[in-house]
């Protein structure tokens, strides 16, 4: 039986309706774009300098508004058609308009992005290595290299290995970004490798913000692992950091638009509207090694 998740314990407004989500995400868009530059500028003013956080230490090291790390499942609980979409999601949001305007708006109008697939605790394969993003050019070229890589599946989800292999990619990225940011999208709970929780609390000791895509496109059953809320999951056991979020995402025909959506959040170092700030402290409403029971019932080990 579903156990309920109360309303006020929920950090993405209307997260039991599709449909408001959706005028939610494109309301927001225009939210974002429409004063954003303000804003950054009198953050960046205003924020002393020790409180800026740079990864890579290099004199050469470019300066950059955000360095971001697209960590995207690729296990076998996401079907062909979901890789599909979520790739396309990626690829229309780092060439959308929304996103060049939040670029723009930026202190130094450029990031820097990688992107990795991922699956097992030690199957993580960097699809784009670390490329500077300072207009529609650089754009289309990023999204050209996702666009030609190959799909590929493997097996097993862990969301920790992810996380672990994310960590240390910022410290010779070339880059010196005011933020760090680790993207994690994935359909599944951590059923593999290292405690979701361990892997997270490392990440965010290094001050990186570690912010979640929860793809719950199918219904929870034990045969492929997929939960119940795990959008509750992703709050709970695997985002954090400064500002961190989650958009979730409960249809196909959502994915362009919320992928293009949070992309522009990373950008211009906003959060969605109605967001309830974590309780520090409090107990995780889910279990966090829920994935580990499950692949346990169901295999033994």
Same mark, same amino acid.
Request: net charge neutral; proline share 7%.
């Given at each position: 039986?579903?156990?309920?998740?109360?309303?006020?314990?929920?950090?993405?407004?209307?997260?039991?309706?599709?449909?408001?989500?959706?005028?939610?995400?494109?309301?927001?868009?225009?939210? #974002?774009?429409?004063?954003?530059?303000?804003?950054?500028?009198?953050?960046? #003013?205003?924020?002393?300098?020790?409180?800026?956080?740079?990864?890579?230490?290099?004199?050469?090291?470019?300066?950059?508004?955000?360095?971001?790390?697209?960590?995207?499942?690729?296990?076998?609980?996401?079907?062909?058609?979901?890789?599909?979409?979520?790739?396309?999601?990626?690829?229309?949001?780092?060439?959308?308009?929304?996103?060049?305007?939040?670029?723009?708006?930026?202190?130094?109008?450029?990031?820097?992005?990688?992107?990795?697939?991922?699956?097992?605790?030690?199957?993580?394969?960097?699809?784009?290595?670390?490329?500077?993003?300072?207009?529609?050019?650089?754009?289309?070229?990023?999204?050209?290299?996702?666009?030609?890589?190959?799909?590929?599946?493997?097996?097993?989800?862990?969301?920790?290995?992810?996380?672990?292999?994310?960590?240390?990619?910022?410290?010779?990225?070339?880059?010196?970004?005011?933020?760090?940011?680790?993207?994690?999208?994935?359909?599944?709970?951590?059923?593999?490798?290292?405690?979701?929780?361990?892997?997270?609390?490392?990440?965010?000791?290094?001050?990186?913000?570690?912010?979640?895509?929860?793809?719950?496109?199918?219904?929870?059953?034990?045969?492929?692992?997929?939960?119940?809320?795990?959008?509750?999951?992703?709050?709970?056991?695997?985002?954090?950091?400064?500002?961190?979020?989650?958009?979730?995402?409960?249809?196909?025909?959502?994915?362009?638009?919320?992928?293009?959506?949070?992309?522009?959040?990373?950008?211009?170092?906003?959060?969605?509207?109605?967001?309830?700030?974590?309780?520090?402290?409090?107990?995780?409403?889910?279990?966090?090694? #829920?994935?580990?029971?499950?692949?346990?019932?169901?295999?033994?080990?």
């Amino acid at each position: 039986m579903r156990s309920p998740v109360p309303p006020a314990d929920r950090r993405y407004a209307g997260a039991n309706d599709p449909r408001m989500e959706r005028r939610m995400l494109a309301a927001l868009i225009w939210t #974002i774009t429409a004063g954003t530059v303000a804003l950054l500028a009198a953050a960046a #003013i205003a924020a002393p300098r020790s409180a800026l956080l740079f990864a890579d230490k290099s004199p050469s090291a470019l300066p950059v508004d955000v360095e971001l790390v697209l960590a995207v499942d690729v296990s076998y609980s996401m079907d062909p058609e979901e890789q599909a979409l979520q790739r396309e999601g990626y690829i229309a949001g780092i060439t959308s308009r929304d996103f060049m305007q939040a670029l723009r708006s930026g202190q130094h109008g450029k990031v820097a992005v990688t992107y990795f697939e991922w699956a097992g605790p030690y199957d993580q394969k960097i699809v784009v290595p670390w490329r500077l993003i300072d207009g529609p050019e650089a754009a289309d070229a990023v999204a050209s290299e996702i666009a030609r890589a190959p799909y590929r599946r493997a097996s097993r989800t862990s969301i920790s290995g992810a996380l672990s292999f994310a960590k240390p990619l910022f410290d010779g990225s070339g880059y010196s970004g005011f933020r760090r940011v680790v993207d994690v999208s994935g359909d599944g709970a951590n059923n593999s490798g290292t405690f979701v929780t361990l892997a997270r609390d490392d990440v965010l000791a290094a001050g990186i913000t570690i912010n979640g895509l929860p793809i719950m496109l199918k219904r929870p059953n034990a045969f492929t692992m997929d939960i119940d809320n795990l959008d509750v999951y992703y709050e709970d056991c695997v985002i954090g950091g400064p500002g961190a979020f989650v958009v979730p995402i409960r249809e196909r025909e959502q994915f362009k638009e919320a992928i293009r959506t949070k992309l522009v959040l990373e950008i211009a170092h906003r959060v969605p509207p109605q967001r309830l700030l974590p309780v520090q402290g409090r107990a995780p409403r889910i279990s966090c090694t #829920i994935g580990e029971q499950m692949w346990r019932d169901r295999w033994g080990n």
